[in-house]
């Protein structure tokens, strides 16, 4: 199974999510963000980091790489796509994911072991979690609240499309002041996801706070192997 | 052509050459100005044989420097050479004297590690100072052609209180962070330390750390004639150029650029990318020679690269891309804009090198090349603007031997120790005092600082902060890995800065051992006071020997470091504050030692003995805003024996966690350790008051050396008793791991709750800054 990992100038986790991939015996391809070519994977990850320095807006740069021309059109046909931290910021620039992600409310970078709950174990990217568990990700990023309208939050919550919500503890709140505490959502088919955690870092004893971030790459390997 | 270099050549008509140097020596030139001594001038014009040009003397102040050229502290720098063995030399792959130090860390690996300072610039501006000193280490990193892999931060503030602190530490904090993070590196320790000394004057020093396969090791040299000197990342501009504006105005009277900041202005995502350009360049092995632009900018990689080789080197500085096409020569040769970097280059290698960077859309230009003569000669736009042995600029600026003169007021300060001062005697008055004492600003806990920097990125980081050491992993297959710490107590090395110097080698020593590896070398950032003044010239001699000294006790050489003087609010210097970072090596990194207790049942250890040693150490400070007296005694023995026990006990897995006992004594590290993973703990204390003749408030307070708790599991305790007693390691058994007890029951004191303890150290820093 090959997993495209996508660079662009200013990613940061790219090795990180190749090696993830790595770990459940999958094979990671790398993509070069200036070439037009997807290389034949059969999913994609984008990756955290700066993208272009994230000069301008987070992801809005990234969005307009030569990689991306085919990746929407592939993502709109079912490929599956992860976006993670700053992969999810391109994905809702490129409008394959609803919402935006704008600075931390409390407006400072922020690394943390965050807990998640994962509210639909049914994408293609999270079919190995249960439906409700709870696990722990480490979260780091300085612009990952969740914004979105209201009729978009109702639609994403009424079709199921949060996939995680931060876990809050009474009377407190969440990370970055994501709307509805949302961490994580998918589009229409499931194919897509983001989310701002990382569960690459979370693939390895002796690294990482846990190994929660293995379901996601054992998720899409059954999901290749099966489709 | 664009208007703007047009413009510029019209209001620039004149050039000051080699050529008008020759014919108009009495032409009167602001040495002065740009922080040359008469002798020094005069020597320039000695061993040029002529006064310099413009642009010659604004690359000799600039290399005479006290910042460039070490003259005040050369001299002290013999003793490291006095002090290192030749055993000590043999992990030593490269030494004092280039970027950054190399050690041999086994399997073919070379790690290279060094910390610098960027006070001053950090108080000024206070994120752009921070972040560029993390930007400039890492260039000094990438230089010697290894690839980045973790960054620390050891940083000291005025008084938490003080209005100016509000101004800097936020500001510096989301300097490194917003460096560092956006370069993907994992920030994985450092220090934060508040005292009133530091208040006009902030200590920013930043430690990076980088790997390579031995022979990919690249020196800053320019050899072989007619290879391609290349400049290349960002353009350079204006930013930096402090004291030369002197120089650009007496060169042109009018249209002259505006004032610029003296303090450089950083963009990380151009050194990001100029970090995996650089890495491409060595996989294809197309460097012949590198070197980073930082301090003295172009000034400093011309006459350096050219001082190293072999032969001579000419540079067409007109080639150089500008930002601000209205710079002056004069300025151009300063300037300290950032992310740049110089390459030698054969021209066989000449097209792949560029293609690389255009690869990575960094711009490279060839500026010059390495010539057969011996000179280092620059032209502007044709005309020879500089003609020098770069020798002469580079490597030999003058040398002070500056008076030294042991300060007056110790011996008053010696003996004001803390001895008449009430101690708390009741269970109720030491637990109240534990958790004063965990809510002092040094003591209590620094998430708000630590978690705006990203630990995790690259996948490697075993541990970081505030784990003992920061460790990560090298190589990806064997987990052959490395672990850092950096410490100093600029308190101790007030009362005494030779035993001073050696207790923050102790600690960093210490704290690598603390996680289980095994210490190699370390690097150090002198930060002291003036320079002219005896007392902080002798306080920096002082500690350089006590460096020294030590480093030969422990084994462990030195491999490089930076020094930083001037740092003090008028007559008033800091605390001397030599900041050790030591770096050790584990085979396995996977295997470290974490410092809080998880395992119920685990049985906890006391190593080390306890003397009554409360001077300088953080309950005089808290409960009595006292300095005064004499620090813990040092004893390197101990802490050698110390870390060969924590060593094996990691290997032979005979401890889960290891804490060190620094400042806040055994009370502090109790607590810490378990409110790390909220798992409680029963101790008693009896034994050891009894077996070192102390009562319980010392225990738990005193700052004694060579010390740290370990959490020991049953099955593992015969045979770690065994090994301390074979080997003469003191060694006591204090209590044990209760998941049943909520947080620590001092038996026959007192008994403090896991949310007592949380309260006390989790408030104090977001009180101040927010949440």
Same mark, same amino acid.
Request: glycine fraction near 12%.
């Given at each position: ?227 | ?169 936020? /500001?510096?904090?989301?300097? %490194?962070?917003?460096? @560092?993070?956006?370069? *993907?590196?994992?920030? =994985? +320790? &450092?220090?934060? !330390? ?29 050899? /072989?004639?007619?290879?391609? %000197?290349?400049?290349? @990342?960002?353009?350079? *501009?204006?930013?930096? =150029? +402090? &004291?030369?504006? !002197? ?47 930082? +301090? ?476």
């Amino acid at each position: 199974m090959k997993v495209g990992v996508v660079t662009f100038p200013g990613s940061l986790d790219d090795r990180d999510a190749a090696r993830a991939v790595r770990a459940v015996g999958g094979e990671p391809v790398s993509l070069w963000h200036g070439d037009a070519d997807l290389r034949g994977v059969d999913a994609v990850i984008l990756p955290g980091g700066f993208s272009y320095g994230d000069y301008l807006r987070c992801g809005a740069i990234a969005r307009f790489a030569p990689v991306m021309d085919q990746l929407v059109p592939a993502a709109r046909g079912g490929l599956p796509v992860l976006g993670i931290c700053n992969g999810f910021q391109v994905l809702t620039e490129s409008h394959l994911l609803p919402g935006a992600l704008i600075r931390n409310d409390h407006r400072k970078f922020n690394c943390v072991d965050t807990r998640l709950r994962v509210e639909n174990a049914q994408t293609a990217w999270t079919s190995d979690f249960e439906q409700g568990q709870e696990i722990t990700v480490v979260l780091k990023n300085g612009e990952g609240g969740f914004v979105a309208d209201e009729r978009t939050l109702d639609e994403l919550e009424g079709e199921g499309r949060v996939v995680f919500r931060y876990v809050v503890p009474e009377g407190g709140r969440n990370p970055n002041g994501s709307y509805r505490d949302i961490a994580g959502i998918t589009n229409e088919r499931g194919n897509v996801v983001g989310l701002m955690p990382h569960p690459e870092h979370c693939v390895e004893t002796g690294y990482g706070p846990s190994l929660d971030g293995l379901p996601f790459f054992t998720s899409i390997l059954k999901q290749v192997v099966s489709a | 052509m664009s208007t703007t270099s047009q413009s510029s050549t019209t209001h620039a008509p004149h050039v000051d050459t080699v050529g008008d140097a020759g014919a108009t020596p009495e032409h009167e030139q602001p040495w002065v100005e740009l922080g040359l001594k008469e002798d020094e001038y005069q020597r320039i014009r000695d061993i040029l044989g002529r006064r310099p040009t413009s642009a010659e003397l604004a690359m000799y102040s600039v290399m005479w420097s006290e910042h460039c050229s070490y003259k005040s502290s050369k001299v002290h720098f013999k003793h490291f050479a006095d002090n290192t063995t030749d055993e000590m030399r043999e992990k030593l792959l490269v030494g004092i004297g280039e970027n950054a130090g190399v050690v041999d860390i086994g399997d073919g690996w070379a790690v290279t590690f060094k910390v610098e300072s960027h006070n001053h610039p950090s108080y000024v501006e206070p994120y752009q100072g921070a972040a560029t000193g993390v930007g400039g280490i890492v260039r000094d990193i990438m230089s010697m052609g290894a690839r980045p892999i973790a960054v620390m931060d050891p940083l000291r503030f005025g008084n938490l209180n003080h209005p100016d602190t509000q101004r800097v530490l936020p /500001g510096v904090v989301a300097g %490194v962070g917003g460096y @560092g993070n956006c370069l *993907g590196l994992p920030n =994985i +320790g &450092g220090e934060v !330390v508040f005292d009133d000394c530091y208040q006009g004057n902030p200590l920013v020093n930043a430690l990076c750390v980088g790997a390579m396969r031995r022979e990919d090791i690249h020196l800053a040299k320019a050899s /072989g004639t007619g290879n391609k %000197v290349i400049l290349f @990342g960002a353009k350079t *501009g204006g930013d930096g =150029i +402090g &004291g030369v504006s !002197v120089l650009a105005s007496e060169t042109f009277e009018e249209g002259g650029p505006a004032k610029r900041p003296a303090v450089q202005v950083g963009d990380p995502f151009a050194e990001k990318v100029l970090i995996e350009c650089c890495l491409d360049l060595y996989r294809a092995k197309v460097v012949d020679g590198i070197q980073d632009l930082g +301090g003295a900018g172009l000034s400093c990689a011309t006459s350096e690269l050219a001082s190293n080789g072999d032969g001579g080197m000419q540079v067409e500085l007109d080639l150089v891309p500008l930002r601000d096409a209205s710079l002056r020569p004069e300025e151009i040769l300063m300037s300290e804009s950032q992310e740049r970097m110089m390459a030698v280059v054969e021209p066989a290698k000449l097209d792949e090198f560029m293609a690389i960077c255009r690869r990575w859309d960094v711009e490279a230009t060839v500026i010059g090349e390495v010539t057969d003569g011996e000179h280092l000669v620059i032209t502007w736009h044709g005309e020879v603007i500089v003609d020098v042995p770069p020798r002469s600029v580079a490597h030999d600026g003058p040398v002070y031997h500056r008076p030294l003169e042991r300060p007056a007021y110790l011996d008053a300060l010696q003996e004001n120790g803390t001895a008449a001062f009430a101690r708390p005697t009741t269970g109720d008055e030491l637990k109240a005092d534990l958790l004063t004492l965990l809510a002092s600003p040094n003591l209590c806990d620094k998430s708000w600082v630590t978690d705006q920097y990203d630990r995790y990125v690259l996948g490697n980081t075993a541990l970081a902060m505030p784990d003992d050491s920061g460790v990560v992993r090298v190589d990806e297959e064997t987990g052959r890995g490395v672990a850092v710490s950096t410490d100093c107590n600029g308190r101790f090395a007030k009362l005494d800065p030779y035993a001073g110097a050696q207790l923050a080698l102790a600690e960093a020593y210490r704290n690598v051992a603390t996680v289980g590896a095994t210490p190699l070398a370390i690097t150090d950032c002198l930060n002291f006071g003036s320079p002219e003044d005896p007392g902080v010239m002798w306080q920096f001699e002082q500690a350089v020997k006590g460096i020294a000294e030590g480093c030969r006790e422990l084994g462990v050489p030195v491999t490089g470091g930076n020094v930083s003087f001037y740092n003090q609010t008028g007559d008033v210097a800091i605390h001397p504050t030599p900041v050790i970072g030591v770096l050790g090596v584990m085979d396995d990194v996977a295997r470290r030692t974490p410092s809080g207790w998880k395992t119920p049942g685990q049985v906890i250890y006391l190593l080390g003995a306890t003397r009554d040693e409360l001077d300088g150490g953080e309950w005089a400070h808290v409960k009595h805003g006292h300095l005064g007296g004499r620090p813990p005694r040092v004893d390197l023995a101990g802490e050698k024996l110390l870390g060969e026990i924590l060593v094996n006990a990691s290997r032979d897995g005979l401890v889960d966690a290891a804490h060190d006992l620094s400042d806040g004594g055994l009370a502090v590290a109790l607590a810490e350790a378990t409110l790390r993973h909220g798992v409680g703990a029963r101790v008693w204390l009896e034994e050891v008051c009894e077996r070192d003749g102390i009562d319980a408030f010392t225990v738990l307070f005193s700052e004694s050396t060579a010390r740290v708790v370990v959490a020991v599991p049953r099955s593992e305790e015969v045979r770690f008793t065994d090994m301390c007693t074979a080997r003469g390691q003191v060694h006591a058994r204090i209590g044990v791991v209760d998941d049943q007890t909520d947080g620590i029951d001092v038996q026959g004191q007192f008994g403090v709750t896991l949310a007592e303890l949380g309260e006390a150290h989790t408030g104090t820093l977001p009180a101040v800054f927010g949440e």
